[in-house]
Nanobody, 120 residues
Framework: QVQLVESGGGLVQAGGSLRLTCAAS????????LGWFRQAPGKEREFVGS?????????IYADFVKGRFTISRDNAKNLMYLEMNSLVPVDTAVYYC????????????WGQGTQVTVSS
C-alpha cells in the first residue's frame, strides 16, 4: 500500500509559477514509480509526467509541459515535486499524484488532488 498526499496548489496569474508536492508513504516506496496527472473541468484526466525514485529518475513528460514543468524528488523525505513555470490558463486543473509498481503499467494509488487555477 502507498499513501499519497498532494499540496501546493492555488491561484496564480498567467506567467507565474507553482510547486506542487507529493508526499508518499508506505512500504518500500522505491518499488514504485510516481506520476503527475491533471484533470481540467469537463475534460479527461491526462498524464503530465512521471519519475522513479532510483538513479536519475528516468523522467518522462507529456509533450505539452516540456520545458515548463520539472519533476524532482527528495528521496530522504519521500517527497516528489512538480515545479510549474510559465503557467497559462489552460493549465488550470486538479493535479493528482499517483503511484504504480515498477512491475506494472497501471497507476493504482492516487492522492486526493490539489487545485491549480491560472488566471489570465
Amino acid at each position: 500500500q502507498v499513501q499519497l498526499v498532494e499540496s501546493g496548489g492555488g491561484l496564480v496569474q498567467a506567467g507565474g509559477s507553482l510547486r506542487l508536492t507529493c508526499a508518499a508513504s508506505g512500504r518500500t516506496i522505491s518499488n514504485y514509480r510516481l506520476g503527475w496527472f491533471r484533470q481540467a473541468p469537463g475534460k479527461e484526466r491526462e498524464f503530465v509526467g512521471s519519475a522513479s525514485w532510483n538513479g536519475d529518475g528516468n523522467l518522462i513528460y507529456a509533450d505539452f509541459v516540456k520545458g515548463r514543468f520539472t519533476i524532482s524528488r527528495d528521496n530522504a523525505k519521500n517527497l516528489m515535486y512538480l515545479e510549474m513555470n510559465s503557467l497559462v490558463p489552460v493549465d488550470t486543473a486538479v493535479y493528482y499524484c499517483a503511484a504504480r509498481r515498477l512491475t506494472t503499467t497501471t497507476f493504482d494509488y492516487w492522492g486526493q488532488g490539489t487545485q491549480v487555477t491560472v488566471s489570465s
